[in-house]
């Protein structure tokens, strides 16, 4: 059973920054998701287990960074230039190994989400 924490939402103006973190109990690969009003949950952003390899969403790409603190079982999404379709809740979900990192369905635990808000 992975335990996983999330932080950092909040309201942001267009063109600024937040950086949502997520603990977890254990080490893991894990990914970013989010969600919008009457939307389906989206893939974000994916890192594997040892924090060497990241995938993104193209809707991300050169905006978003994943990255992971190995020692203390964390991983960061540090998302600059924020737009107003950013806003979602954002879900981090935690798997044994990074593959299918875009299918919601094998990931086997998720945190309880955080909001983030942009407004233009």
């Known amino acids: 059973q992975v335990q996983l924490v999330e932080s950092g939402g909040g309201l942001v103006q267009a063109g600024g920054s937040l950086r949502l973190s997520c603990a977890a109990s254990?080490?893991?690969?894990m990914g970013w998701f989010r969600q919008a009003p009457g939307k389906e949950r989206e893939f974000v952003a994916a890192i594997s287990r040892s924090g060497t390899i990241t995938y993104y969403a193209d809707s991300v790409k050169g905006r978003f960074t994943i990255s992971g603190d190995i020692a203390k079982n964390t991983v960061y999404l540090q998302m600059n230039s924020l737009r107003p379709d950013d806003t979602a809740v954002y879900y981090c979900?935690?798997?044994?190994?990074?593959?299918?990192?875009?299918?919601?369905?094998?990931?086997?635990?998720w945190g309880q989400g955080t909001q983030v808000t942009v407004s233009s």
């Open positions: 254990g080490r893991t690969a």
């Open positions: 979900a935690a798997k044994p190994y990074l593959t299918t990192y875009e299918n919601l369905s094998s990931y086997a635990y």
